[in-house]
């Protein structure tokens, strides 16, 4: 059964910091491309960040400069470090999971990043 469990969000005032944390289960780790993407009140879910098994990454205009992807191939498990945190950065964050080989994906359940004074 595969799994992809997020942890680390919660409340932040503008201009903190927040790292997200995905651990993933039950998929050949090695062979997906993970991404962070985000889904604001009333907006279509978008891409964040992204980083292949060989680490080259990806961001998002909105986040670039802000916001860091890693991966733990070792742990299975993929991080996004985000700084200078603004209140438009609030959404639900999921993780998600490609495969490099084909168009199979698998998504967490997201979680919560509010971002307020």
């Known amino acids: 059964q595969v799994q992809l469990v997020e942890s680390g969000g919660g409340l932040v005032q503008p201009g903190g910091s927040l790292r997200l944390s995905c651990a993933a289960s039950?998929?050949?780790?090695?062979?997906?491309?993970m991404e962070w993407d985000r889904q604001a009140p009333g907006q279509q879910r978008e891409l964040v960040a992204r980083?292949?098994?060989?680490?080259?990454?990806n961001y998002a205009d909105s986040v670039r400069g802000r916001s860091t992807i890693s991966r733990d191939n070792a742990k299975n498990t993929v991080h996004l470090q985000m700084d200078s945190l603004k209140p438009e950065d609030t959404a639900v964050y999921f993780c998600?999971?490609?495969?490099?080989?084909?168009?199979?994906?698998?998504w967490g359940q997201g979680t919560q990043v509010t971002v307020s004074s």
């Open positions: 998600h999971a490609r495969y490099e080989y084909g168009s199979l994906e698998h």
């Open positions: 980083i292949t098994y060989g680490g080259i990454t």
């Open positions: 039950g998929i050949t780790f090695s062979h997906y491309t």
